[in-house]
Nanobody
Framework: QVQLVESGGGSVQTGGSLRLSCVVS????????MAWFRQVPGKEREGVAV????????LYADSVKGRITISRDNAKNTVYLQMNTLNPEDTATYYC???????????????????WGQGTQVTVSS
């Protein structure tokens, strides 16, 4: 059974930082790319960042480039999202996601992913 468990969300002021973690079990973690998404009630889920299974390649949404960094530790089956210079527009529930094992057409489109965590709330106040 594949499980993704996020942690690290919270409330910060504008300009603050947070580091999200997602621990994955029951999945060939080191063989697959991983992604982070976010969603605000009433809006579509938005891709934030994706990382290649080896960690060498990453892809970011334009809205977070330069402020957010995705990384992974394959020895710990964990993917991270370091978020700096946060602003109120970053307020959302953040989800980590994994594709069907072996899939290689990585992207920031949510339809590429079939496994999702329960989400962690990030709130940025002005």
């Amino acid at each position: 059974q594949v499980q993704l468990v996020e942690s690290g969300g919270g409330s910060v002021q504008t300009g603050g930082s947070l580091r999200l973690s997602c621990v994955v079990s029951g999945y060939r973690f080191s063989d697959n790319y991983m992604a982070w998404f976010r969603q605000v009630p009433g809006k579509e889920r938005e891709g934030v960042a994706v990382i290649h299974f080896g960690g060498e390649y990453t892809l970011y949404a334009d809205s977070v480039k330069g402020r957010i960094t995705i990384s992974r530790d394959n020895a710990k089956n964990t993917v991270y999202l370091q978020m700096n210079t946060l602003n109120p527009e970053d307020t959302a529930t953040y989800y980590c996601a994994a594709p069907l094992s072996g899939r290689r057409d990585w992207s920031l489109s949510p339809d590429k992913y079939i496994y999702w965590g329960q989400g962690t709330q990030v709130t940025v106040s002005s």
